[in-house]
């Protein structure tokens, strides 16, 4: 399986189109820590705003997103009308999954830069000035097709400085990510996956820190348990689920899996079962 359909496989998030059609007012958006918001612009002018950064006006065909969910507010200039289709995507553990802090914290792309995303976008566009059945769904749908091909042009441009997505452009670190992904029940060490990456312990775990930003067992730890909350989700049983999750007993995986989330993994998925 390919870097980015694993990542996605692992770490999942789902789209929830909350508007589709002319929009003419003005709309505040509060820091939401579930769930980014992505704004497809068919016809400006709009004006984002957000605090920090300089206003941006979009006035031709274009995409918003705010994967972490920033505080930002959408404005239409006085007299103006827009065309929006605006959804919510939920990633799994909110802003800390590491697919959200891949990204930067607000990534435009105007229509005619987009690449292979411009057949997706002109999709929706298209789906979302239908009026047959099943366009809510389809539009959902879409939407989730368009941020994996954000995730990937995001990979293949190379760009990204800090998080798991540049982790995975690095040659090096990239062979000792994989194999933590495909076999993290294994009992890795600092310098078995030093080894794999063709690096001195010292510089691996530098380097590593550095590109992924946090330390190699850190990042080893995150991913078993974010497994393990996968497969308790599943109906597996404790005993299994540490063991795929390569910890040598129940109890060692259980003080790992508390240390890491802050309650039991009965009790984790007790209060995750409603959500």
């Known amino acids: 399986m390919d870097k980015i359909s694993s990542l996605v496989g692992r770490y999942s998030f789902r789209a929830r189109v909350f508007f589709n ?5 003005a709309n505040s958006f509060p820091e939401d820590p579930a769930a980014g918001q992505l704004h497809l612009i068919r016809s400006g002018p709009v004006v984002f705003r957000q ?4 206003p941006l006006r979009v006035d031709e065909p274009a995409m ?9 507010t959408l404005e239409i200039p006085d007299g103006a009308s827009a065309i929006l289709l605006c959804a919510h995507i939920s990633f799994e553990d909110g802003g800390a999954n590491p697919l959200a802090r891949a990204l930067p914290d607000r990534l435009y792309q105007p229509l005619n830069e987009m690449g292979a995303l411009r057949q997706t976008l002109e ?9 047959s059945q099943g366009r809510e769904v389809i539009l959902d749908r879409l939407c989730d097709v368009l941020m994996v091909q954000v995730l990937r042009n995001e990979f293949d441009k190379g760009e990204m400085s800090v998080g798991l997505l540049a982790g995975l452009a690095d040659r090096q670190l990239s062979l000792a990510l ?3 992904h495909e076999r993290a029940h294994e009992p890795w060490q600092l310098t078995s ?3 794999l990456a063709c690096m001195s312990r010292a510089r691996f775990t ?5 590109v992924v930003g946090m330390p190699p067992g850190e990042y080893l730890t995150r991913w078993r348990i974010g497994m393990a909350q996968n497969l308790l989700r599943k109906g597996l049983p404790v005993k299994v689920v540490s063991a795929q999750a390569g910890y040598t007993s129940a109890p060692a995986f259980t003080r790992a899996f508390t240390t890491m989330v802050g309650c039991s993994p009965r009790q ?3 209060e995750a079962a409603p959500a």
């Open 21 to 25: 059609g002319v929009f003419c007012d």
């Open 51 to 54: 605090d920090g950064a300089e």
């Open 64 to 72: 918003v997103f705010y994967p972490r969910g920033s505080a930002h």
């Open 123 to 131: 999709l929706l566009f298209t789906e979302a000035a239908s009026p």
């Open 178 to 180: 994989a194999a933590i």
């Open 193 to 195: 996956l030093a080894r």
């Open 206 to 210: 530098e380097h590593f820190r550095n």
């Open 268 to 270: 984790w998925l007790k």
